[in-house]
């Protein structure tokens, strides 16, 4: 122990004690610690020293390794926040702009959709209307008799129309 | 012994993961740490696994240094890894005595244990008559060379305490001691 420490000591025991009996008890500590000066503890062996040096060099290197992985680990997540953010950016983005590039076909044409009048403005149902009225015509025909006992022809003609408005269904 | 600029060149390699500075601390306090085991454990096979740890250890909380005593800091370490072997050897103690249910047999494996460690020398035998606390105060007065007011710190207890057990324990030692 050097002279400014050992006033150190002797000013905090003075705080305690009065001051022959704080140098008694500086005094104390002093010969207490040249005991253990004089009777050192064994020193630690060179083996022992290079293994803890190899043992440190191994825990740098994992260490190291550990800090990389986080590293990559971070990367990889921040990448992945991108990528996701981008992806519903983008729908959002095209939805929102109406520009959406798919293209819809409307089944029924427009003059259609906007007639009062389907059964007239539409000629395919008009043509259908006219047949059908065509084939009631036939049939009532049929029924009363008018036909003079020809009955086999006029259901020829039956059978030719309805596979006539059954090609036109088709198309 | 490192001291000022030339210590804290080495530490800050140490926080820059440099093999080299750890390779210095080491050879700087592996004389007084296992020092400091010795006198606590009294043998040398744990003191040689407890400075081991140490090492590793300072390694891995190099990190958490944020200036101030570095010795201070590194005792603090090896004051906590003493009290964890402690608890480690209270609990293998606690194991033993359930699996033995006679009591000469517990006498006999302490007593070999005893024989075992290596109190070879008379102050290691005359220091094993303070109690623990003391015992560990003086040890960690002599070796980390810390001041009483760092200690006492550390040990979180008035400074006057610190120094009246210090000044007990050594008296008490000189008494044993025999000058």
Redesign the interface.
């Known amino acids: 122990m050097n002279g400014p420490e050992k006033e ?2 002797k000013e ?2 003075e ?2 004690v009065g001051t022959e009996q704080a140098d008694e ?1 500086v005094e ?2 002093l ?3 040249q ?2 000066r004089d ?7 060179k083996e ?2 290079d ?3 190899s ?3 191994w ?2 290197l994992r ?2 390794e550990h800090i990389r992985r986080m590293r990559y680990e971070a990367v990889a997540a921040v990448a992945a926040a991108v990528i996701l953010l981008v992806t519903i950016w983008t729908g959002l983005f095209e939805r929102d702009g109406g520009k959406s590039k798919r293209m819809y076909a409307s089944m029924v044409p427009r003059a259609i959709w906007d007639s009062d009048d389907i059964a007239s403005d539409d000629p395919h149902i008009a043509s259908l209307t006219a047949e059908v009225e065509q084939i009631e015509n036939e049939l009532l025909t049929l029924q009363e008799g008018e036909t003079g006992g020809n009955g086999e022809r006029a259901v020829s003609e039956l059978e030719m129309e309805l596979a006539v408005i059954n090609s036109d269904l088709l198309l | 012994m490192a001291k000022g600029d030339d210590l804290a060149r080495i530490v800050n390699g140490c926080k820059n ?1 440099d ?1 080299e500075c ?2 210095q601390i ?2 700087i306090y ?2 007084r740490c ?2 400091y085991f ?2 606590l454990t009294c043998n ?1 096979d744990i ?2 696994e407890l ?2 740890e140490l ?2 250890k ?3 909380k190099i990190g958490s240094y944020k200036g101030g005593s570095f010795d201070g800091w590194l005792f603090k370490i090896a004051n906590n890894i003493f009290h964890d072997y402690l608890r480690a050897k209270q609990r293998r103690k606690k194991m033993m005595e359930v699996l033995m249910t006679r009591r000469e047999d517990i006498e006999e494996v302490l007593e070999s244990k005893r024989s075992e460690g290596e109190v070879s ?3 290691q035998v005359k220091l094993a008559r303070l109690d623990a606390d003391t015992r560990e105060l ?1 040890m960690l007065r ?1 070796y980390s060379q810390l ?2 007011k760092e200690i006492a710190h550390m040990r979180s207890e008035p ?2 305490t610190t ?2 057990k ?2 007990r ?3 008490r ?2 008494e044993l ?1 025999g ?1």
Do not use: M
């Not at chain 1, 009777?39 to 062996?45: F, M």
């Open positions: 150190y000591l905090l025991f705080r305690f008890a104390d500590i010969r207490g610690e005991i253990l009777n050192p503890a064994p020193e630690p062996g022992l020293i293994s803890i040096k043992q440190v060099t825990s740098l260490r190291r | 993961s093999a750890f390779s080491v050879d592996s004389s296992y020092g010795y006198r040398t003191s040689d400075l081991s090492f590793v300072l390694v891995k020398d008379r102050l003086i002599f001041s009483l400074i006057g120094l009246s210090l000044h324990g050594l008296k030692l000189r001691i000058c």
